[in-house]
């Protein structure tokens, strides 16, 4: 995966009216990502992730979702189809389409609690991926109302057809969300 070309699709994306919302900022031990996310509906919305291991690994996440809220606690369903260029360091190159969701607590008008959890099987992998996992727990804080960092600790999780696995993120990270 090239820099530049990943970096022209996301700013085409985020800069796109039809599909305002958010643009994020992800920093871990290992890696550095950006999302951008929007709602396609009330009910339906979308994201795309790029993220970069410092060992010269790229992951790209495109999930689509059904949004729903029930009293406070929001949240959304759906699925993700991820994709992996391990470049030298795996020896590990294709992907899997996860399925899972994520979770929103308000506990006041600042802080919020999140957690989310994706699971892809043996079935829905491809190239050299036999699955995937991938699970995160953080605490949100909100700075003005149109942004918010989170600091929390997430997971992700590539297993190998040769048996192997290769961790693309297992520790603390802190994600800066901006809302457009």
Same mark, same amino acid.
């Given at each position: 995966m090239k820099a530049p070309l990943i970096a022209a699709a996301v700013l085409a994306i985020a800069s796109s009216s039809a599909f305002a919302g958010g643009v994020a900022f992800r920093f871990g031990d290992d890696s550095f990502g950006v999302s951008v996310?929007? @709602?396609?509906s009330p009910e339906s919305s979308a994201q795309l992730d790029v993220l970069h291991h410092e060992d010269g690994a790229n992951l790209v996440a495109l999930g689509l979702f059904a949004n729903g809220? +029930?009293?406070?606690?929001?949240? +959304?369903?759906?699925a993700k189809a991820i994709g992996l260029d391990g470049d030298d360091t795996t020896d590990l190159d294709g992907g899997a389409v996860a399925f899972g969701g994520d979770l929103r607590l308000p506990l006041n008008e600042i802080v919020s609690l +999140?957690?989310?959890l994706y699971y892809a099987p043996d079935a829905t992998g491809f190239g050299d991926i036999d699955g995937y996992?991938?699970?995160s727990v953080s605490a949100e804080f909100t $700075?003005?109302?149109n942004s918010a960092i989170q600091v929390g600790?997430? @997971?992700m999780e590539f297993d190998a057809d040769t048996g192997g696995k290769f961790e693309f993120e297992d520790g603390a990270? $802190? +994600?800066l969300q901006l809302r457009l």
């Amino acid at each position: 995966m090239k820099a530049p070309l990943i970096a022209a699709a996301v700013l085409a994306i985020a800069s796109s009216s039809a599909f305002a919302g958010g643009v994020a900022f992800r920093f871990g031990d290992d890696s550095f990502g950006v999302s951008v996310a929007g @709602d396609m509906s009330p009910e339906s919305s979308a994201q795309l992730d790029v993220l970069h291991h410092e060992d010269g690994a790229n992951l790209v996440a495109l999930g689509l979702f059904a949004n729903g809220q +029930r009293g406070a606690l929001s949240g +959304r369903v759906g699925a993700k189809a991820i994709g992996l260029d391990g470049d030298d360091t795996t020896d590990l190159d294709g992907g899997a389409v996860a399925f899972g969701g994520d979770l929103r607590l308000p506990l006041n008008e600042i802080v919020s609690l +999140r957690g989310g959890l994706y699971y892809a099987p043996d079935a829905t992998g491809f190239g050299d991926i036999d699955g995937y996992k991938e699970w995160s727990v953080s605490a949100e804080f909100t $700075i003005f109302q149109n942004s918010a960092i989170q600091v929390g600790y997430g @997971d992700m999780e590539f297993d190998a057809d040769t048996g192997g696995k290769f961790e693309f993120e297992d520790g603390a990270f $802190i +994600r800066l969300q901006l809302r457009l």
